[in-house]
C-alpha cells in the first residue's frame, strides 16, 4: 500500500510533499493575477535598466519600489535571466506589459525561489519532538507539519494565483527560527537579519527576536528557580550579535547612505499617506472599529440623532475605499495604531523575558508579536495574517490546546483571503483548495490528540460552520439582488467583520493560554 512505500521511504515522503505542491504550482501559471504582477515588472525593469542612485526615485509607474534593498538587488538577479525570456519586459514605460513569456518567468521565478521554503520547512520538520512514536507514518508530527506548512493554503493563492514573493521570504524566517530552535543562534540572528533587508513587515516580529536572543544567548546562566543569573551576562556574545545586525544593515542600506538618500529609502519603505485600512480591511480590530462605525451612523441617522447634511456621502455608500471617514467614533491617527500595537505586544514580551520556556515560548512570543500588530497596525493587508499562521503551524502539531487555536485562526484567516481573487475562474479553485487543505487539518491534528479532550468545543464549532452560508450569500445570492448596485461593499464587509472575530478570538484565547500556562519545575531548571 502507499503508507507502506511511505514508511520504507523514511525521507522520501518529504520530496514526494515537495514535488506535489510544484506540480500543483505549475497548474497555477495560466490563472489570474493582481497588480503586484505588474508591481514586480516594473522593479524588475527599473533595477535593471537605472543606476542604483535612481532606483528609489523612478516614480514613471505609481507601483514605485517601496521594498528594502535587498529585495532590489534580487529583483536586479532576476532581471538578468529575464532578459532571455523577453527583454520588453524589463523597458520602464512597457506599463502592464504581459506577454506569454513575462508570465512564465515570473510565475516560474516564484516557483524556484520556492526552493528556499521547502529547505526551511524540512529543517523545522527536525525540530518538531517526535515523542509520539506513530506506527503510521501519516500521523507522525512531523508529517503533518511539513502538510500544514508546504501545501498551507494561504501561501498558495497569495504567491501563486494572486502573485507575490512570500515563500522565500517565509522561508528565511521559518529558517531562522529553525537555527534559534537548533540553538545556533548567531545564523538565526543573521538569518533574520538578511530577511528585515528584504521585506520590512518582519519588523512586527522583531521584539520575539531581539528578547529570545537576549535572554538565552546574551545571558548564558539561570538560577534554579528559572530566573535569570545577572552576572551570567556575555559581552562577547552581544558584541557578536551586534556586529551581524550592523554589517547586515551596512551591506544593506550602506550604498544609499553615501548617496546621501537614506530619508528618500525611508519614506518610501514607510508610507503613511496611505488609509488605516487597506482597500479590503484586514479581517483585524479595525474592521469591527470601521463596522461598528457605520452601524452607529446609521442608527444615529434612523433616530434623527445625527445631521444627515454633514455626513460624508462617500462614507456610506464608498465602502472600503483607501479613504475612510469615521463619522461618529474619532478618527484614527498612526501614532494611535503605533501605541496599540505597542501596548498588545508588551505581555508576550514579558512572559518571554520572565517565564522562558525555551524554544516553545520563543514561537508563541512570535505569533502574538504578529497577530497583535495584525490587530492593530496601519493600513495592514489581509495577507498579513500569514505571518501568524505559519509559526503557529508549529505549535500546533506539539500540543492540543495550540492546536484548536490553530484551527480557528488558520480557517477564518484563510477564508479572508478569499476576496482577493474575485474572478469567477477561481471561484472553484479557491474553494476546492481550501476545503482540502481545512479538512487536512481538521483529520490530521484531531487524530493526532485523539487521546485528549476535543480541540474545539460547540460555539467554535458552530462559528467555523457558519463560514459555508456566508460564501454562499457573497458569492451566489448577493449577486443576484438589487443591493448589489447600491451596496457593493456588503461581501466585503460582511467577509471581514465575520472573520474579524474569529481572528480576534484566536488572539485573545492564545493570549490566556500564554500567561495562565505554569511551567513545570523540570523546565525552570534548564
Avoid at 516594473?42 to 528594502?68: F, G, R
Avoid at 522561508?171 to 521585506?199: I, P, T, W
Avoid at 479581517?283 to 452601524?295: E, T, V
Amino acid at each position: 500500500s502507499a503508507r507502506a512505500v511511505m514508511a520504507a521511504g523514511g525521507r522520501s515522503w518529504f520530496r514526494a510533499l515537495a514535488l506535489g505542491v510544484s506540480f500543483l504550482k505549475c497548474l497555477l501559471i495560466p490563472a489570474y493575477y493582481s497588480t503586484d504582477f505588474e508591481v514586480h515588472r516594473n522593479w524588475l525593469a527599473i533595477t535593471h535598466n537605472l543606476p542604483l542612485s535612481q532606483w528609489y526615485y523612478e516614480a514613471t509607474s505609481e507601483w514605485t519600489l517601496d521594498y528594502p534593498p535587498f529585495f532590489a538587488w534580487f529583483e536586479y538577479a532576476l532581471s538578468h535571466v529575464a532578459k532571455y525570456f523577453d527583454p520588453k519586459m524589463l523597458v520602464i514605460e512597457n506599463l502592464n506589459y504581459t506577454s506569454r513569456a513575462t508570465i512564465f518567468f515570473q510565475r516560474f521565478s516564484v516557483i524556484c525561489t520556492d526552493i528556499l521554503f521547502i529547505y526551511a520547512v524540512r529543517e523545522c520538520c527536525r525540530c518538531v519532538n517526535g515523542k509520539r512514536a506513530a506506527k503510521d507514518i501519516l500521523e507522525k508530527p512531523t508529517f503533518i507539519l511539513a502538510v500544514l506548512l508546504l501545501w498551507n493554503f494561504g501561501l498558495l493563492i497569495v504567491d501563486h494565483i494572486h502573485f507575490q514573493y512570500n515563500g522565500f521570504l517565509f522561508g528565511l524566517m521559518l529558517l531562522s527560527v529553525a537555527r534559534l530552535c537548533q540553538k545556533r543562534y548567531l545564523e538565526g540572528a543573521f538569518v533574520f537579519a538578511v530577511l528585515l533587508h528584504f521585506k520590512h513587515i518582519y519588523m512586527y516580529v522583531a521584539p520575539a527576536y531581539g528578547i529570545y536572543l537576549l535572554r538565552s544567548y546574551c545571558f548564558t546562566a539561570n538560577n534554579a528557580d528559572g530566573s535569570l543569573k545577572w552576572r551570567s551576562f556575555s559581552l562577547l556574545h552581544i558584541t557578536l550579535l551586534g556586529l551581524i545586525v550592523c554589517l547586515v544593515s551596512a551591506l544593506s542600506l550602506g550604498p544609499f547612505i553615501v548617496l546621501g538618500q537614506l530619508p528618500q529609502v525611508i519614506s518610501r519603505l514607510f508610507p503613511f499617506k496611505r488609509g488605516l485600512c487597506h482597500a479590503y480591511w484586514a479581517p483585524n480590530f479595525w474592521a469591527l472599529y470601521n463596522a461598528m462605525d457605520k452601524a452607529l451612523t446609521i442608527l444615529g441617522l434612523k433616530c434623527n440623532f445625527l445631521d444627515p447634511t454633514k455626513i460624508p456621502k462617500a462614507s456610506m455608500t464608498g465602502g472600503l475605499v483607501q479613504e475612510f471617514q469615521h463619522t461618529v467614533l474619532p478618527s484614527v491617527t498612526p501614532l494611535a495604531t503605533l501605541i496599540c500595537t505597542f501596548i498588545s505586544i508588551l505581555p508576550s514580551v514579558f512572559c518571554l523575558w520572565f517565564k522562558p520556556q525555551g524554544p516553545r515560548g520563543f514561537l508563541q512570543c512570535l505569533v502574538l508579536c504578529a497577530l497583535s500588530s495584525f490587530m492593530f497596525g496601519w493600513h495592514v493587508h489581509e495577507k498579513a495574517i500569514l505571518l501568524a499562521i505559519l509559526p503557529l503551524s508549529l505549535l500546533s502539531v506539539q500540543r492540543a490546546k495550540d492546536a484548536g487555536i490553530y484551527l480557528i485562526l488558520t480557517t477564518t484567516g484563510h477564508f479572508s483571503l478569499f476576496p482577493l481573487l474575485f474572478t469567477s475562474p477561481e471561484l472553484p479553485i479557491k474553494i476546492l483548495l481550501m476545503l482540502l487543505f481545512t479538512v487536512y487539518s481538521f483529520s490530521s491534528l484531531k487524530s493526532l490528540f485523539r487521546r485528549e479532550r476535543p480541540l474545539l468545543n460547540w460555539p467554535e464549532t458552530l462559528y467555523l460552520i457558519q463560514l459555508v452560508p456566508l460564501e454562499i450569500f457573497c458569492e451566489i445570492i448577493f449577486p443576484l439582488t438589487s443591493w448589489k448596485r447600491h451596496f457593493p461593499f456588503v461581501p466585503l464587509l460582511l467577509t471581514s467583520v465575520y472573520c474579524a472575530l474569529g481572528v480576534t478570538y484566536a488572539w485573545l484565547k492564545l493570549y490566556v493560554s500564554v500567561l495562565t500556562e505554569r511551567i513545570p519545575a523540570r523546565q525552570k531548571a534548564e
